[in-house]
Each structure stands twice: as C-alpha cells, then as structure tokens.
C-alpha cells in the first residue's frame, strides 16, 4: 500500500485540486466538482486529501497497482481461512439421506467448538456475556418449545406476543420510564437504532417537513447509526469527543444543529472508550431545539439501571430527563439473553408509530409490522423473557456488582502499568488501552499469542476489553493483567519492532485518506468469511 500512496503523490506531485480535477474530469465535471468540494462539513485540507486520493485511481497505473495489492490480500485473508479450517470439510451440496439427531447434534458441538480463542474460560471481550450450564439448558429448552412460533400472527400466537410485551413493559420500568414509554423487541442493537432512526426520519418529514433529514451523532456512535444513515438516506453529522473524557463535545453537539435535524443521540456508554456521553446535556438540547433525543444503551444498559443500587454513582441518562425520547438496549448482552434480541424504547406511542411500516392496499390485506422483519423468531422473544424471569432483580444486581467491580479492579491496576494509559473513564465494563511509548496494537499482538483476543480500535490506534460476568471467574482478571505486564515488558525490551501481520495492515489502512481502499479491503475480509476452500469441499 506504501507503493500505491508513493505512485499516487508522484502522478499529482505539485498540482493544486482544480489541476487534478481538470486532468482526470475534464473542465465541465471539473466545475461540477469544485462546486460539491466547497459546500463540504470537511476541512479543505481534509477534503483535498481525499479527493486527490480518489481522483488518482482513475490513473492507469496508480489503478493497476491497487488492484494487484487488492488482490495480494484476498490471497492472504483466503489463506487464513485455509489455515484456521485446515482438515474440516464443508458439506456443500444436500445430503441424500438426512442424518439422525446423534449425528447433527455432534456435527454442530464440532462447529461451535471451532477456534482458537477459549471464550468459555474469559479469554475474549465482550462476545459472550455469560457461560453458564444451567442457563444454556433453560434456553435450550425454551428455544425447542417455542422455535416454531410467530408473534407475526397474534391471533394464532397470542401468548408469545404476550411475552414480548412484557420484556418491553419490564425494561420501560427499568429505565423510568412512564405508563406512557412503550417499544418493541428487535433482533439486535443494530435493528434497535436502524428503527429509531427511521422513526424519527419519518416523524420529521410528517411533522415538521423536512425533506433532506440530519442526525447529529458523536464520532464514537456505533456503527449502526451509520449503516442506518446509508439504508434511509439520512446525513450524518459527525461530532467530535472531548480529548480528555472521551465524551462527545455538547459544544460541537449545539454547533452541528440545524433546520434539517431529526435526532440528537448520545451513547450510555461508546462501544469504542467505553465513556459515558453527558446525556444530561443533550437532553437540554434537544428540550431547547425539540429534538427527539435518542440514548445508545446497547451495550451497557442493563448494567447501567442496576448500577445504583449495586452501590455505584451513575449519571441520569435515561428516560428520567425530560429530552430524551427513546433509548435502544440489548437484552443479549448484559440481559444474558441468547444471541438476536434488544428493545427500542420510545417515551410515547406518537414515536413508536413511526417505527411501523404499514401497507393498506396489499392484495394480500392490510400489512402492519412493528420491526425490519415481518415473521420474527418466537423461540428468542420466549428464551429472552425466560432470562429475565431466571435472573430477577436480585440476579441481574449480583451480576451487575460483580462485573463493575471487576471492571474497576483492572482499571485500577493498568493504570499503574507505565507505558500504558487509559482513555477517559470507564462508564460500565469497557476499559480502553492506549500508549504513548510503543504501537498499541504490539500489546495486542502479544496478548494474542497468549490466547487473549480484545477488540481493536483507531483513529488513535487503541485496543479494549470489554468485561463480562466470564471474566469474574476466580482468577481470570488477575491472569489478563500479568499477561498484559509481561508482554509490555517485553515490547519495552524491543522498542523499536515494528507490528506485523493483520494489524500491521490494519494500522496502515488509517494513513490512506481514500477510504475507498479500506472499504475495497473490508469486503475483500468478508467475502473471506464466506470462502470455501476447493480441497475441502465435500
């Protein structure tokens, strides 16, 4: 890729943009350009950067280049998964004959126990939130009773939309909310957002006519909002977070707003530093501009309205303040329901109803759903209500206390580690780890080839754990931490090497101001995750 960068500032080497876009465009789409360059959020450097980087790839050789490189990493990410699945067949035509239930159930424990990451033993962020035999078997058992059911039809279902009713009631109450506040269960945090932000576009343009909707998010929102963005044809506005606190800029936040804003939102806590945004704050904005307010609480909402009586300080973030009107949770994580369910909360019905989609001249009737899928999977809805009914008040507290404790115990343990420093303060369960002496992702790297898998982080470089009830087993936290320890005594060492492999990839990709290219490389990661070998094929 230094290649390519290399080719790309020799062809357009002392060129201002207008000379790039006359060399590649031709003068009429060059205008056409310069009139889209000026009317940006972007800073001209920021913009020419790019778009010098996007020009160039119409030149043939700077062209040519990127696609061979292209080609080198599908290469490499097809290998890996040659390596991480060498001897496993894959069955990739039906079977004659259907196997009996001995021989699918051992096929599937095969399957999942694929890896080489010991997630049931803590060795993994986040992922799987608790590992319990008891509570798989209850799944397990509920998922069977209820796997074929449809809360699609309420008629022929009543009891299982009588039970997501109740997951939806019992979480209004958990985040104080009124006989007013309503929602719906989803398939995730992603459905949960994807549904607001449709819900409020929707409000917006019947409401207040607003033709070209604007959401105004923090740059550490989860993803989500922006893959809503791209599915509803929505802007987004991209704040900036404080450099000490990690929290979003409630200064840049007021900045940002404008005539086509449809939602102000605010993350209890980031996915990326795991720091609280002052949701307080936002909430006055969208009080002050009527804004509809919405609260990410994917990740650690269901610590978060347990914490205070856990015996820890929280801040208000939820339907307590008067601005904000809707918050999303996953019931999958820190709910300890099976992989596939959240709720979407709105503080009145007025909003929920925009969240539906409604056709009334089907030939096949009229067609109300409340979600992005119209039959939806009764067996979750039941094997999430039955965790919460297993856990109780007094089970979730227990496990809210044990987690934030373990949480702070780390913290307060790596922030004695020199070479190390933490980003802002932990809200929940995330810690993220940074260096001011060596490349942060060297220390990932290390842990690695120690079994540890955490996430990893840009823009800066950093990597996080993100605490789970599997990592409160007997000596899990003290083991990550000595591990972490040893192996930034040994990068200390060796200052000076360099990281390689995936991350080394990984880190060079935020150099490249054409995101373009990354983007062409994610793609090429997930096609990988698809690919089956040709020796392996049954």
């Not at 894959?90 to 599937?108: C, M, S």
């Not at 002050?288 to 650690?300: Q, R």
């Not at 339907?319 to 369910?341: E, Q």
């Not at 995750?529 to 020796?535: C, D, G, L, S, T």
Request: aromatic fraction near 10%; charge should be neutral; glycine fraction near 8%.
């Amino acid at each position: 890729m230094n290649t390519v960068k290399e080719l790309i500032n020799d062809s357009f080497k002392e060129k201002e943009p207008w000379q790039i876009v006359t060399i590649t465009t031709g003068s009429v789409l060059g205008a056409v350009w310069i009139w889209n360059f000026c009317n940006q959020d972007e800073s001209i450097v920021v913009r020419s950067k790019k778009q010098i980087f996007k020009l160039a790839r119409y030149i043939p050789s700077v062209r040519e280049q990127i696609e061979r490189e292209l080609n080198n990493l599908n290469d490499t990410f097809e290998n890996e998964t040659k390596i991480r699945l060498k001897g496993v067949q894959f069955v990739t035509t039906l079977p004659k004959k259907g196997l009996n239930h001995d021989q699918v159930i051992e096929a599937v424990k095969q399957s999942v126990q694929m890896g080489n990451y010991d997630w049931k033993n803590g060795k993994v962020s986040g992922t799987v939130y608790m590992n319990d035999e008891k509570l798989i078997s209850l799944m397990a058992d509920v998922y069977g009773i209820a796997s074929y059911t449809n809360p699609l039809h309420p008629d022929v279902f009543p009891g299982v939309c009588k039970m997501e009713a109740e997951v939806v009631r019992i979480a209004c109450r958990l985040f104080h909310g009124d006989d007013n506040t309503c929602g719906t269960m989803t398939s995730g945090g992603t459905e949960s957002i994807l549904l607001a932000c449709k819900a409020y576009r929707d409000y917006a343009r019947d409401v207040r006519g607003i033709k070209h909707p604007e959401m105004v998010i923090p740059v550490t929102a989860h993803s989500a909002f922006d893959k809503a963005a791209q599915f509803l044809n929505i802007k987004v506005r991209a704040v900036p977070v404080n450099p000490k606190s990690f929290s979003v800029s409630i200064d840049a936040m007021r900045k940002s707003i404008s005539r086509n804003t449809i939602m102000l939102v605010g993350s209890a806590p980031n996915f990326p530093y795991g720091t609280m945004d002052n949701i307080e704050e936002i909430s006055k904005l969208g009080v002050k501009y009527s804004i509809p307010v919405h609260v990410d609480a994917c990740l650690g909402g269901f610590l978060l309205c347990f914490m205070p009586d856990a015996g820890f300080t929280v801040p208000q973030f939820d339907f307590i303040l008067p601005g904000v009107t809707s918050i999303s949770a996953d019931t999958h994580k820190y709910g300890y329901a099976p992989k596939g369910s959240s709720v979407i909360l709105y503080k009145t019905k007025n909003y929920r109803h925009y969240q539906f989609t409604i056709t009334t001249d089907w030939p096949g009737g009229i067609y109300g759903s409340p979600t992005v899928s119209g039959s939806r999977a009764g067996g979750i809805i039941a094997a999430c209500w039955a965790a919460i009914m297993h856990f109780g008040y007094d089970g979730y507290l227990e496990s809210t206390r044990k987690i934030i404790q373990t949480t702070k115990y780390l913290e307060s343990e790596l922030r004695k580690i020199d070479s190390l420093f933490i980003f802002g303060t932990p809200g929940t369960s995330v810690i993220a780890l940074g260096s001011d002496k060596f490349h942060i992702y060297r220390l990932s790297e290390g842990l690695a080839s120690r079994g540890w898998n955490l996430n990893t982080l840009q823009f800066p470089s950093a990597i996080h754990l993100c605490v789970t009830y599997v990592h409160t087993q007997p000596g899990v936290a003290d083991q990550f931490l000595d591990d972490v320890r040893n192996v930034v005594t040994e990068i200390n060492s060796a200052p000076d090497v360099s990281v390689e492999g995936r991350l080394a990839m990984y880190g060079m990709s935020q150099s490249l101001p054409d995101r373009t290219v990354v983007g062409d490389l994610t793609k090429l990661f997930i096609d990988s995750v698809y690919f089956i070998p040709e020796e392996e094929k049954n």
